[in-house]
């Protein structure tokens, strides 16, 4: 008796349960065949607005004539029953179709912030069914913008240009036009792009949010190496936002070749090897590093450097450099240009353009010379010889 009894209990426990978690669609009266049911019975709209409840119904036995009915609405409201396009009281329904109506709440004109509560009575031929609705009237959203980044920190040379991505949200229910500003410290400049277009204003619908690129770029070659403040607004109405996004600059050295008086300028022999003095300096905010040496000359000449490579510049330092510079055998007197590069490890190339005056050896002179003397001392024997004849 006592195992029958815990058996029972066990059953009946489970048919509690089953009854708490299946799937409950409508208020209907045990028996009936008629159920009708929305997916969303409790909603919260703006306060002001009119609401909108999709409602299905089903018919379990035969086909049947539904009729539609408000069982309980608050004071002030009115509802309206919307299918095909029309306004309709009742609706035919079948048993393997169901049938779709959309329920249209408008509210009083000044009604309150709360939770209103309705009843839908659906009454057909076959069966009677109810179903309850809530609806929460919230207050309007106030304005509110707000502007976000996840990664508000770069790195970069003072050539680089630093691109933000910055998400700008309106978190009220009323849209807004946004201004964009910027404020950045010398020589920086600040860019707004949306979808790749440069914009300084952009009109933002109430919950809606737009992805923005941010560039950021200096006027200037070199800067000193620190961090740099960008800030950033967006204004709408009488609500802004702001954000500080962080540029920080990493020294570079900036290299010049010159020479030691200033004049890019030497000479050179033909068949002989001369020497030229470059100096380089570094006037950047970093250590120019690995710094080699390089250079483009007329075809057949030969340039070398001593040294090929100087292993570092200091910030306001400059390193002296030996260019060898051997013509081509072929070369005429004349000038000639031979530009000379300093490349670092960790900066851009920088060069500058020598003239090379060509003179022939003073060698050859001292023989034209030589010859030029026989040629007279030979032709004055000849007049002296047969002119006494």
Do not use: C
């Amino acid at each position: 008796m006592r195992r029958f009894l815990t058996i029972f209990l066990m059953l009946a426990l489970a048919l509690v349960v089953l009854g708490q978690v299946g799937p409950v669609h409508a208020q209907a009266a045990q028996g009936d065949d008629l159920v009708v049911f929305t997916r969303y019975p409790a909603q919260v709209v703006e306060r002001g607005k009119n609401i909108s409840f999709s409602l299905t119904l089903q018919s379990l036995g035969e086909a049947q004539i539904v009729h539609l009915e408000m069982a309980e609405m608050p004071d002030g409201w009115s509802a309206t029953f919307r299918g095909g396009g029309n306004v309709v009281r009742a609706v035919y329904v079948e048993p393997d179709d169901d049938a779709r109506v959309d329920l249209k709440l408008e509210p009083p004109a000044d009604v309150e912030a709360g939770t209103y509560r309705f009843v839908v009575s659906a009454r057909g031929e076959k069966g009677r069914a109810e179903l309850p609705l809530e609806l929460t009237m919230a207050e309007k959203l106030p304005a509110r913008l707000t502007l976000s980044t996840e990664l508000p920190t770069l790195k970069g040379s003072p050539t680089t240009t630093f691109r933000y991505s910055v998400k700008l949200r309106n978190e009220g229910d009323e849209a807004l036009d946004v201004a964009l500003v910027a404020e950045t410290p010398p020589p920086f400049f600040v860019t707004f792009k949306l979808s790749g277009k440069e914009v300084t204003s952009l009109p933002l619908e109430a919950n809606e949010t737009k992805n923005l690129n941010v560039e950021v770029k200096s006027l200037a070659n070199a800067l000193p190496a620190d961090s740099y403040p960008i800030h950033i607004r967006a204004q709408g109405g009488d609500t802004e936002a702001s954000l500080t996004l962080n540029a920080e600059v990493t020294g570079q050295p900036d290299l010049t070749v010159t020479a030691p008086n200033g004049r890019l300028s030497g000479e050179a022999y033909v068949g002989k090897e001369s020497t030229l003095t470059v100096i380089v300096r570094n006037g950047g905010t970093a250590t120019a590093h690995n710094v080699e040496l390089n250079a483009s000359q007329p075809s057949g000449w030969k340039v070398e450097f001593n040294p090929k490579v100087i292993d570092q510049i200091a910030v306001g330092e400059q390193a002296q450099v030996t260019a060898n510079i051997r013509p081509g055998d072929k070369a005429i007197a004349g000038d000639y240009m031979v530009t000379v590069r300093a490349k670092p490890a960790d900066g851009v190339n920088e060069s500058a353009d020598f003239r090379i005056t060509v003179r022939t050896s003073t060698l050859w002179g001292i023989v034209g010379v030589a010859l030029i003397a026989i040629a007279v001392l030979v032709v004055a024997v000849a007049v002296i010889r047969f002119g006494r004849r």
